[in-house]
């Protein structure tokens, strides 16, 4: 490795052909990294990859965020691709470096993000003698991730690094981990651009059948009783599948619910919308769920947070699923139509038959099934009563409420973050989505501690939008590092924490289902969160009482830099309506008064 | 994952991969991290120019679950195809085995006349042993080795099932 050419202009395709110069294993990486679009990668550098850091350091192509801590790299990743539609790039060192990214590789291969994470590893000849930073980071990640490779050839780096993005970004999209061996990375390695060929075994299919969807639109066609279900997958998809969604759902006239992980690809503001159907869902949600004659999954994968008991869960209807994954077909329901292929591409060719086949719906039963929603809807699930004397306790609810009528008053495009507990659900519930890729939440894993570094990275995806991670106390403190990257990157994050002092979603189920034995689940020896705040040099605001949370808001969200928002909301609160594991969609809780009703069965007990 | 009662059955799953290293932990972790049964498992290239390997599975599940696994399975990167040779009509199943008998009299002359009943070979033979090479399918291995038993059986090497689609078919 004698010659070092600058990087400064790499340019995409440019060639190093024999006689060139020779790049070394890093250079070819950061070239492959530009080939595929690459703006920015979220890292943590060590050892084994200081020839990539060294690289990087010579070219401007690539923005280096440097995190705190490698699972925050990851999320941040994550949260980067879910608001942009892009690959997420993370670059660890090997051993710890790689081990802390397992739960953010994870957390993207439960929600289906498209991440490429390059970890470091000790030379090849090195690997398997416990070497210094030495992990079996592959056997490690493998069940982690989509895919992942040991390279052991530089004559394959860049091969691998190019496959590992198609991987990532196609199908149904997911974490690929390359394992980069330091000897490769310092020595010469040959440059090669994206390969032409499709990939030899892995071929995923989007395009779905058409007869399959037209017997999916026949029986949506005689439906008395029909739901649109829809989730991750319609994002995944792009905003052009969101979009079909709302003509197919405005021509259709049917009632239509969302997944954690769908809300924004319909909007959740419009009529037709019923809220987020589930454990957390709204009445009308699961009931329509529960008493629908057809069902209509679309990029959904009924996962048990959904579905609650199964032998309860939409009995009786005709079930059609749309799914890019052929392993989420019959997996936990049987269905009656199953299509395999992209949520977007299927939406369109639903559309395409609807206008294309004669029938007319049943327009009659399609106004008895609203009226029976409108009726469902009359219960207000998601109601709860604010005391608005000034020295009141703040509802939580109410908190998400405000920001969300505040955030809307400013008219800026705003992108939510959340931890994982009482506060996620509240603000799934609450905040209200208009267009997609705006939700960034932990669904699949339920990792404490996504939310703030989620908020890094969807505010480096968009640095002049509201990036706001509504939060609780006890899960934003699981990665609360992050204020360091935000404070470096002067990031105008604002973190909104419900402070409730307890592990709320912890000590909910405690509630219900061990005798309100709060076994460790009290938030005991917090931080001053406003001086944390201050250290971290941001901004700290605190709100007590109901005639304090609009001016805290108001303030917070008038404030240029980063934000950390302490709201002491109501402690006891628990997050409502519920479906008690392992009961049915029409067995919901409406509220506290109900609890002392509720008997979880033996075997919903067991359930998490 | 279904709530109806449904019968366990046996399905003998073949799969063709890409023969790269890792690619038998790809399988087998998938199917103990997703609790299928693994009964026997063979794996060997069968197309070095192409560099495709050939894993064999027997495993057994409900309906249900036979076609997760071959799901689960197929969308793992490396696997070019996976078939359910069960479901795919008659086929051939047969794995081999290596018998080792220590015994002398009566027994030993016993263990070598079951051993030409069963078209086994003596493929070592000393005067207080023999060990007996065996093809067939299971259930011929398993009653072989169960008349061995009274009869000195000490040890049994086992390679698993290899199996194939009868007739013109392929996978």
Redesign the interface.
């Known amino acids: 490795m004698n010659a070092t050419p600058n990087l400064n202009d790499l340019k995409p395709n440019t060639r190093a052909g024999a006689g060139d110069v020779v790049l070394s294993g890093a250079e070819v990486l950061l070239r492959v990294l530009v080939d595929q679009g690459v703006e920015v990668i979220f890292g943590y550098p060590g050892g084994a990859v200081l020839p990539i850091y060294d690289a990087l350091f010579r070219q401007n192509a690539i923005r280096h965020v440097l995190v705190r801590h490698e699972q925050a790299a990851v999320h941040a990743a994550e949260a980067y691709a879910r608001s942009t539609g892009k690959v997420g790039v993370v670059l660890v060192t090997s051993g710890p470096g790689a081990t802390n990214a397992v739960t953010g590789l994870v957390d993207a291969l439960m929600d289906s993000i498209p991440v490429v994470c390059f970890s470091g590893q000790v030379g090849v000849p090195l690997i398997g003698t416990d070497a210094f930073q030495e992990a079996d980071t592959t056997g490690i990640t493998r069940p982690a991730t989509k895919h992942n490779y040991l390279v052991r050839r530089a004559g394959d780096l860049a091969r691998v690094a190019h496959e590992a993005f198609h991987i990532a970004r196609s199908g149904r999209p997911g974490p690929v981990l390359v394992d980069l061996p330091k000897n490769l990375t310092v020595g010469p390695a040959p440059y090669q651009p994206a390969p032409r060929t499709p990939h030899p075994s892995y071929r995923p299919r989007t395009e779905p059948d058409r007869e399959a969807v037209a017997r999916a639109v026949a029986a949506m066609k005689g439906a008395k009783r029909p739901l649109f279900y829809t989730g991750g997958g319609i994002i995944n998809s792009g905003p052009q599948a969101s979009e079909a969604l709302g003509r197919l759902v405005r021509m259709t006239g049917f009632p239509c619910t969302s997944t954690l992980m769908g809300l924004g690809a319909f909007p959740t503001t419009d009529r037709q919308f019923l809220g987020m159907l589930g454990m957390h869902g709204t009445y009308e949600a699961n009931l329509a769920t529960h008493g629908c004659d057809v069902l209509v999954a679309l990029g959904a994968r009924f996962d048990d947070r959904v579905t609650g008991r199964l032998d309860a869960f939409s009995p009786g209807s005709f079930k059609i699923h749309a799914d890019i994954d052929p392993s989420q077909i019959d997996k936990i329901v049987r269905v009656d139509v199953p299509i395999l292929g992209d949520a977007g591409r299927t939406i369109e060719m639903m559309i395409e038959e609807w206008a294309r086949q004669s029938a007319a719906p049943d327009n009659v039963a399609l106004a008895q099934w609203w009226q029976q929603i409108d009726a469902w809807r009359g219960i207000r699930s998601l109601h709860f009563e604010q005391d608005m004397t000034p020295s009141a306790i703040i509802r939580p609810q109410h908190a998400v409420r405000r920001l969300y009528e505040l955030a809307m008053e400013t008219g800026r495009d705003t992108y939510v973050s959340t931890e994982v507990g009482q506060h996620q659900m509240w603000a799934a519930q609450h905040f209200q989505f208009d267009r997609p890729n705006r939700w960034l939440t932990s669904g699949g894993l339920g990792t404490m501690g996504y939310g703030l570094p989620a908020a890094v990275g969807a505010q480096i995806a968009h640095p002049d939008a509201l990036v706001i991670d509504i939060a609780g106390e006890a899960s934003t403190l699981m990665n609360i590092q992050e204020l360091g990257t935000i404070a470096q990157y002067r990031l105008p994050v604002k973190l909104f924490i419900l402070n409730n002092q307890y592990m709320g979603m912890v000590r909910q189920w405690q509630e219900l289902l061990h005798g309100s034995r709060y076994s460790e689940s009290y938030s005991a020896a917090l931080p001053d969160f406003v001086r944390l705040a201050e250290s971290f040099h941001a901004r700290g605001m605190r709100a007590t009482c109901v005639g304090e949370l609009d001016d805290v808001i108001r303030a917070m969200l008038a404030e240029p830099g980063a934000v950390v928002a302490d709201i002491s909301v109501a402690q006891d609160e628990n997050c409502y309506p519920m479906i008690p594991s392992g009961a049915a969609h029409n067995q919901m809780l409406l509220g506290p008064e109900q609890d002392g009703e509720v008997t979880v069965s033996a075997e919903g007990r067991m359930l998490v | ?3 109806q009662e449904e019968t366990t059955v046996s399905a003998v799953i073949s799969i063709l ?2 023969n790269e ?2 690619v038998l ?2 399988v087998i ?2 199917f103990s ?1 997703r609790g299928y049964n693994i009964e026997s498992l063979t794996v060997a290239p069968v197309e070095e120019s192409r560099h495709q390997s050939r894993i064999n599975v027997v495993t057994s599940g409900t309906p ?1 679950v036979i ?2 696994i071959k ?2 399975v ?7 195809r996976v078939s359910d040779l069960t479901a795919l009509g008659p086929h051939v199943a047969r794995e081999m085995a290596l018998v080792k008998v220590v015994s002398s009299g009566e027994a030993r002359t016993e263990a070598l006349r079951i051993a030409e009943a069963f078209r086994a070979r003596a493929v070592d033979t000393t005067a207080t042993s023999f060990v007996f090479e065996l093809t067939g399918a299971t259930d011929k291995l398993d009653s072989f080795i169960d008349l061995m038993r009274p009869l000195g059986l000490a040890e049994v090497s086992r390679t698993g099932v290899a199996a194939i689609v009868r007739g013109p078919r392929t996978i």
């Open positions: 994952m279904t709530t991969v890409e290293s890792g932990a790809r972790g998938l991290g249900q076609e997760q799901a689960q197929g969308r793992l990167v490396p696997v070019y």
